[in-house]
């Protein structure tokens, strides 16, 4: 995959000319940088991986199979344990996937709260997407910072709906509850902006408050990571996946945008998804950037990387404008759904963007409230299907480079 | 391009090989299950829907206990949803297979030629629907180990007393 015309100019030529015997090497599943438990079996020549196999399943729990024994409602919470790290996001692709089957309406105020709290849960999951990658290429400070950062949306999101991981807040039909009118700041944000503690003001100045704070940071990451000289060489043109591979292999998500195919749902989706961010301004960022460094190259784990970078800074805009409108809007912010309503014998199948990628729901109704059949298409699932090509012919330290560029999370693979 | 047109292309390309076009929120066209390679081919090349968002199957039968109130043929579906770059149509193809037993688990051709992530959603789907994919690569169990006994998604799928020693129930 990276190999270089004349093995001369490789800087690896050494390790083809020292032929060792093949071993076999098992990355994981208790690895640090595999994201969760994941196995990578390694088939190595040296320094060099020869073939990689991922083997996946340690976190099953059969998911689809319980969503077969409950109502759509009830099924909300086990909707948070697949993508833990977006749980937001993952609450309101099956809401939505539910309004699409029983035609529900939701009202606009309650989709100017739903476009906030999933492009917090968004910059939420990017940040901790990024503190972890660069943990894993053994840069520790981002990290942290980017923990700090998170922390604050988890202690917002905690005021809004009592939760800190798992929320099951976005149900169908709108949301559980209204935004709260007060909340005391945040002790994290209260502390870096300086003022003082347990001062209280409504959720969506919190929430701006947090925003005005965070948004000069992000130039701190990136002087911290994205332009930091170690970080760019183990990270560009590493990896390197083209556009009609990434389709190929079901990618989406920055994934697929890192390769330069423009795709997104928030812009491009069914109308049921696509509706909500109805009238938003924003950009999809989508490689090959203009400020990339030179060694970096369209599709390689540098260009997924910032893609994600990006989309925070569109995210942040993005909260900023559903708060506005949320305020203006008057009306309800949900309506009712009852637990136990009768799904229709008809099936529907709809796809939203989570931060990870294209995350897909789909129900089989039969006339009673149970579906037949509960479908959960990963997103991570397809990425991470990519990791045995582009592995191969890699140095084995720059395997968990491309895994983290992937940003998978196992619990979504496995469900 | 409505699901009506696309299912008009498919028929005038493959004829009988291509059935009803049966109405839903997300329509879907029944096609017989010796075609699907040279359909999918079509359908990405022809066609241009390049994505393969899902492949899975749905085991349409009964539920333990509930037999007297099912209505028509127990059945597996295996299910191909697909669509275009940007977003502009979707095409969900189902074959409808026999359901089988665990001794003669029921078979339709991989797709996985066609689309390389088919391979894995393939695996999954014989991993916890049970079909067997002819002509995949390596069909092995994907999400539960190589030695779990059964198809989890099947109704009729009874849950062990234990396993590797563990108590399940």
């Given at each position: 995959m990276n190999a270089v015309a004349d093995p001369l100019l490789d800087p690896r030529t050494i390790e083809f000319d020292v032929r060792t015997d093949e071993m076999l090497v098992n990355m994981?599943?208790?690895?640090?940088?595999?994201?969760?438990?994941l196995r990578l079996l390694l088939r190595t020549d040296g320094e060099i991986v020869r073939e990689c196999t991922p083997h996946i399943?340690?976190?099953?729990?059969?998911a689809e199979k319980i969503g077969e024994n409950l109502t759509p409602a009830q099924y909300i919470p086990y909707t948070d344990r697949m993508d833990y790290l977006a749980a937001m996001n993952m609450n309101l692709g099956w809401s939505c996937t539910v309004e699409k089957l029983l035609k529900i309406d939701v009202p606009e105020k309650g989709r100017h709260l739903r476009v906030a709290i999933a492009e917090l849960g968004r910059i939420a999951s990017h940040l901790l997407g990024m503190g972890a990658y660069g943990l894993d290429l053994g840069s520790f400070s981002p990290f942290l910072y980017a923990f700090r950062e998170r922390e604050i949306i988890l202690d917002l999101f905690e005021h809004a709906c009592g939760a800190r991981l798992t929320y099951s807040y976005l149900t169908p039909g709108g949301a559980t509850h209204d935004l709260p009118e007060i909340v005391p700041l945040p002790p994290g944000l209260a502390q870096v902006t300086g003022v003082a503690e347990g001062t209280e003001m409504s959720w969506c100045d919190a929430v701006r408050r947090f925003l005005d704070w965070f948004e000069p940071r992000i130039e701190e990451y990136h002087t911290l990571l994205t332009r930091n000289g170690i970080f760019i060489k183990r990270?560009?043109?590493?990896g390197e996946m083209s556009a009609a591979m990434a389709i190929g292999h079901g990618c989406t998500g920055p994934t697929l945008r890192g390769s330069g195919v423009d795709h997104d749902l928030r812009r491009d989706g069914e109308e049921i998804y696509a509706r909500h961010y109805e009238g938003y301004e924003f950009e999809i960022p989508i490689g090959p950037f203009p400020d990339a460094p030179p060694d970096a190259i369209l599709g390689d784990n540098w260009t997924r990387f910032y893609c994600r970078m990006l989309e925070v800074v569109q995210s942040v805009s993005l909260v900023r404008q559903a708060l506005d409108r949320y305020e203006a809007t008057d009306g309800p912010f949900r309506i009712a759904h009852r637990w136990n309503q009768k799904l229709p014998k008809d099936e529907c199948y709809l796809e939203t963007e989570c931060p990870r990628g294209q995350m897909g729901f789909g129900i089989v109704g039969d006339g009673t409230p149970i579906p037949v059949r509960t479908r959960v298409k990963s997103s991570s699932f397809c990425n991470l299907s990519v990791i045995g090509p582009l592995s191969v012919g890699c140095f084995i330290a720059d395997v968990p480079s491309i895994l983290g560029s992937l940003d998978v999370v196992m619990g979504e693979i496995d469900r | 391009m409505s699901a009506e047109d696309l299912h008009a292309a498919l028929r005038d390309r493959f004829g009988d090989a291509v059935r009803d076009l049966h109405a839903a929120t997300n329509p879907w066209i029944e096609i017989a299950a010796d075609a699907v390679p040279d359909l999918l081919t079509f359908v990405r090349d022809e066609l241009g829907l390049q994505h393969l968002n899902d492949l899975t199957a749905a085991d349409i039968a009964p539920r333990p206990g509930e037999e007297s109130k099912f209505e028509g043929e127990p059945r597996l579906e295996v299910v191909y949803r697909l669509s275009d770059f940007p977003l502009t149509r979707t095409l969900t193809l189902k074959v409808v297979l026999p359901r089988g037993s665990d001794d003669d688990l029921p078979e339709i051709p991989t797709a996985s030629g066609v689309f390389p992530i088919a391979a894995w959603h393939e695996r999954e789907t014989f991993d916890l629907l049970g079909v067997r994919f002819v002509g995949h690569p390596n069909l092995t169990r994907i999400l539960t180990d190589d030695d779990w006994v059964g198809h989890p998604l099947r109704k009729d799928y009874q849950q062990p007393e234990e396993y590797g020693g563990i108590r399940c129930r």
């Open positions: 994981g599943p208790q690895h640090p940088s595999t994201h969760g438990v399943g340690y976190l099953h729990r059969c990270t560009a043109g590493i | -």
